[in-house]
């Protein structure tokens, strides 16, 4: 395989992966709990910074999406995760940058956040782990947390 070959192939591997990142978001903030269910693995993992009652981490789709109910219930229902830009690199990798708001108790929410797919074993703020609709083979499974 030319390295020609291998760079196209990373390009369409991160512009898929960009393409599933646009879908999760319009999904999360849509409720659309079957897309979610798509594009998340079943091995899924999040992080919730911080040392309110909700930080931790959750190991599963299931724990994700139960976090994704508290972050609803919570907020009245009035969090949402604006996508504001993807990029995305040469070996596939693909980071969205994000800006959550809400309200819980009156209170404002404003924060800014990353997502890369695939993760890598450590991050910074938070992470998912997104599987392909169409599974290819061992190499597209969802690396290991």
């Known amino acids: ?8 192939n990373a390009q369409m591997k991160a512009e898929g992966n960009a393409a599933l990142i646009r879908r999760g978001y319009e999904a999360f903030n849509a409720a659309d709990m079957a897309t979610l269910t798509k594009l998340f693995d079943e091995n899924a993992s999040w992080h919730t ?8 981490d959750y190991q599963g789709r299931d724990a994700v999406f139960g976090q994704f109910g508290r972050y609803g219930g919570d907020t009245g229902g009035t969090l949402k995760a ?3 830009q993807v990029f995305t690199s040469d070996n596939g990798r693909v ?3 994000h800006h959550n708001s809400g309200e819980r108790n009156g209170k404002q929410l404003g ?3 990353l997502h890369r797919i695939p993760p890598p074993t450590r991050t910074f ?6 599987s392909d609709p169409q599974p290819k083979g061992p190499s597209h499974s969802p ?3």
């Open 143 to 145: 690396p290991p947390s």
């Open 82 to 84: 604006e996508l504001k």
């Open 95 to 97: 980071i969205g940058l």
């Open 125 to 130: 703020l938070s992470r998912a782990v997104l």
């Open 111 to 113: 924060e800014r956040l």
């Open 49 to 56: 910074p911080g040392r309110s009652p909700i930080a931790g």
């Open 1 to 8: 395989m030319t390295s020609v070959s291998v760079t196209k």
